[in-house]
């Protein structure tokens, strides 16, 4: 997932109603980690969460060409840009990876008794999942996403400002990941989790190309609020209807690509929506909510069994303790429903201290350390 492209002066405007959505986004992804429990996350497309994540992969394509595609082919340094993006996005990686390790010495292994392979760790610390044909790694669940970012990072440096030829290595790359998504090949060093990366990113950099060309058309406040609720819907329609397969993967690209190129323009009335002072805080947000939920989710996973049954209500643990979300208690529709709204009123101040304290210093850092000379 990818926060703010920006890194010093000199940027493109912020798309103020695309970093809002992906703070929507980020919601339904932490929505999708909670599991099938209770009205609110149990909604179909809610289930369907885990594509969110190629949104984006897709809209880091978009931001980062806006951002750097045209420095990068006038000489702006290349390691630079890697410094750059490393400096704003992996100090709350390397945060959230120290809080788990913490957990696993204080509470996890010596009272519940729950080893963990300290594998996961090696591979979260050097940002190795991302080479993985699955997810999973308890140390930093989402890192295998945060670890593709950074291979991504490494392809716009090889490909943008190559001419033709950086062109060609793109499209020639994303079309393998395309084809290997539909096929179900699933390699390891190029598995589904770098395919997705791979072929979204690559659209949205097209995406941004289509954005930039057609920047002289101008369309009305009408045009565009149909235009978006449009894409909007069928957003809706694709998630709720998705299957657990990753060849869905190339559906959902097919419509975040015209949701980006819409929104990016700004001009309607969903975009004025989002332009509100909570989508926009949303959207500051969404990277350190998308790193920061796991950690309430897992809490809460393993220790609401151990409150209720110390409290006399050993009937809403289920047997067995599921390890995904919630799913560990069942409390009836109502209850359940109470009990996300609680934890989304955990992690949305959880994020946003994360945003405060951690992401936001880290990117004053990153610009202070690495300005051009």
Same mark, same amino acid.
């Given at each position: 997932m990818v926060a703010d492209p920006g890194a010093d002066a000199g940027r493109p405007a912020r798309f103020?109603?695309?970093?809002?959505?992906?703070?929507?986004?980020?919601?339904?992804? %932490?929505?999708?980690?909670?599991?099938?429990?209770?009205?609110?996350?149990?909604?179909?497309?809610?289930?369907?969460?885990?594509?969110?994540?190629?949104?984006?992969?897709?809209?880091?394509?978009?931001?980062?060409?806006?951002?750097?595609?045209?420095?990068?082919?006038?000489?702006?340094?290349?390691?630079? &840009?890697?410094?750059? /993006?490393?400096?704003? %996005?992996? =100090?709350?990686?390397?945060?959230?990876?120290?809080?788990m390790v913490t957990l696993q010495f204080t509470v996890f292994a010596p009272l519940l008794h729950e080893p963990h392979a300290w594998g996961e760790f090696w591979r979260s610390l050097f940002l190795l999942d991302a080479f993985r044909p699955h997810t999973g790694n308890w140390f930093s669940p989402v890192s295998w996403s945060l670890a593709v970012e950074m291979v991504l990072y490494l392809l716009a440096v090889l490909f943008f400002g190559r001419g033709r030829l950086g062109v060609a290595g793109a499209a020639i790359l994303a079309l393998a990941a395309a084809v290997c998504l539909w096929?179900?090949?699933?390699?390891?060093?190029?598995?589904?989790?770098?395919?997705?990366?791979?072929?979204?990113?690559?659209?949205?950099?097209?995406?941004?190309?289509?954005?930039?060309?057609?920047?002289?058309?101008?369309?009305?406040?009408?045009?565009?609020?149909?235009?978006?609720?449009?894409?909007?819907?069928?957003?809706?329609?694709?998630?709720?209807?998705? =299957?657990?397969? /990753?060849?869905?993967?190339?559906?959902?690209?097919? %419509?975040?690509?015209?949701? %980006?190129?819409?929104?990016? !323009?700004?001009?309607?009335?969903?975009?004025?929506?989002?332009? /509100?002072?909570?989508?926009?805080?949303?959207?500051?947000?969404?990277?350190?909510?998308?790193?920061?939920?796991?950690?309430?989710?897992?809490?809460?996973? !393993?220790?609401?069994?151990?409150? &209720?049954?110390?409290?006399?209500?050993?009937?809403?643990?289920?047997a067995g303790h599921p390890r995904f979300g919630l799913l560990s208690v069942e409390l009836g529709q109502l209850g359940e429903t109470l009990l996300t709204l609680a934890v989304l009123g955990v992690i949305l101040p959880l994020g946003w201290l994360a945003w405060r304290f951690v992401e936001e210093p880290s990117r004053e850092w990153s610009r202070a350390a690495f300005r051009q000379k």
């Open positions: 103020v109603a695309l970093d809002s959505l992906r703070g929507v986004a980020a919601l339904l992804v %932490v929505m999708f980690h909670i599991g099938n429990f209770g009205w609110l996350a149990g909604i179909p497309m809610m289930r369907a969460g885990w594509l969110l994540v190629d949104f984006f992969f897709l809209l880091s394509g978009f931001v980062i060409s806006a951002s750097y595609g045209a420095r990068l082919a006038q000489g702006f340094s290349r390691g630079r &840009f890697m410094a750059l /993006r490393a400096g704003r %996005v992996l =100090p709350l990686h390397y945060m959230v990876l120290a809080s096929s179900g090949y699933n390699p390891v060093v190029f598995g589904s989790l770098l395919q997705r990366g791979v072929l979204a990113f690559a659209l949205g950099a097209v995406a941004y190309w289509m954005h930039s060309k057609a920047g002289g058309w101008h369309f009305s406040y009408r045009v565009l609020s149909v235009a978006e609720i449009l894409v909007l819907c069928a957003i809706v329609i694709v998630l709720a209807a998705a =299957p657990p397969s /990753r060849a869905w993967v190339l559906a959902v690209d097919a %419509v975040f690509l015209p949701a %980006v190129l819409i929104f990016a !323009r700004d001009g309607g009335v969903v975009s004025h929506l989002l332009h /509100r002072r909570g989508p926009a805080a949303l959207g500051r947000w969404s990277f350190a909510i998308y790193m920061t939920h796991l950690f309430v989710i897992i809490g809460c996973n !393993r220790g609401l069994p151990i409150l &209720f049954s110390a409290v006399g209500r050993p009937e809403w643990v289920v």
